[in-house]
């Protein structure tokens, strides 16, 4: 899998996670699962290392795609951008093939990681 | 959700009789490679990351030698759940300090709306009375099946 392909995948799933840990209805179920959370600066500190670590041009990229969007990295599930739902070009079908590369989606600009 | 609808999110090849690791972040890491072995996730680390970042601010372990670790990621193309036992028990910091015997684990894609009420579901199914000490005795996913059928 391409490394920074990766790291914006990871970049993403942390502020989903730091939304919904702070969001009243993760909170609420956290309670009632009789769990706590302390510490959530850490998901931040985790998530501005990571940022750190992207080249510029592709962190500025994700920021206006989270911006536009709400999410910069699409799936792409059975040959399609699961955001827009455009078809992804068939010699990329292989997952191991499309996560190989940083690619974009030829419609919706996202980032694109197969699963 | 109905506590009986619970089932259908469960399948035969994502139940673990018995894991081999025996410390907290060899079992996250377990859980996540099965659901990779399994064909439900790409890359393992992605998950396993997350999880352990979820674990680093309080253990999922609910008490009573249960965890439910969890998290989104879209690494899962559906809402993702794997039901584990590892019968001698393994430290993972829960609640009440005893021993985690059971594990849940739930990953869903981030707009999946029936996460937070699936958590939720399990909490109350896994806790409550009638079944909370038979789930240690199963060694199969029939065994589970026909546990959770008979109480929902």
Redesign the interface.
């Known amino acids: 899998m391409h490394t920074i392909l990766q790291k914006l995948v990871m970049l993403q799933d942390l502020d989903y996670m730091i939304n919904e840990i702070t969001s009243k209805d993760g909170k609420k179920i956290q309670k009632k699962m009789g769990l706590t959370i302390k510490g959530e600066e850490k998901l931040h500190e985790a998530k501005d290392a990571l940022e750190q670590s992207i080249p510029p041009a592709v962190l500025s990229r994700f920021h206006k795609l989270m911006k536009r969007f709400g999410r910069a990295v699409a799936p792409v599930v059975d040959n399609s951008c699961m955001a827009c739902n455009v078809m992804v070009p068939k010699r990329l079908t292989v997952k191991t093939v499309g996560n190989r590369e940083l690619r974009t989606c030829e419609r919706c600009g996202r980032f694109l990681y197969w699963v | 959700m109905k506590q009986s609808e619970l089932l259908r999110f469960f399948h035969k090849d994502l139940f673990i009789p018995a894991l081999k690791a025996s410390d907290k972040d060899g079992v996250l890491k377990e859980l996540a490679g099965c659901l990779e072995s399994e064909d439900k996730?790409?890359?393992t680390?992605?998950v396993y990351?997350?999880l352990k970042?979820?674990e680093?601010?309080?253990?999922?372990g609910?008490?009573g030698g249960i965890a439910?670790p969890h998290?989104?990621?879209?690494?899962?193309?559906k809402l993702t759940v794997l039901c584990a036992l590892k019968p001698q028990g393994v430290d993972f910091k829960a609640?009440d300090e005893k021993p985690v015997k059971l594990f849940f684990l739930v990953v869903a894609?981030?707009h999946d709306i029936n996460y937070?009420v699936f958590?939720?579901k399990l909490?109350e199914l896994v806790t409550a009375k009638k079944i909370n000490k038979a789930l240690f005795n199963i060694n199969s996913f029939e065994d589970f099946k026909n546990l959770i059928s008979g109480v929902t």
């Not at chain 2, 680093?56 to 999922?60: H, I, K, M, R, Y």
């Not at chain 2, 998290?71 to 193309?77: D, K, M, Q, T, W």
Request: proline share 6%; glycine share 10%.
């Open positions: 996730l790409y890359k680390s992605l990351d997350l970042r979820r680093d601010l309080g253990s999922t609910i008490g439910i998290c989104r990621s879209i690494a899962v193309r609640a894609p981030p937070l958590l939720g909490v």
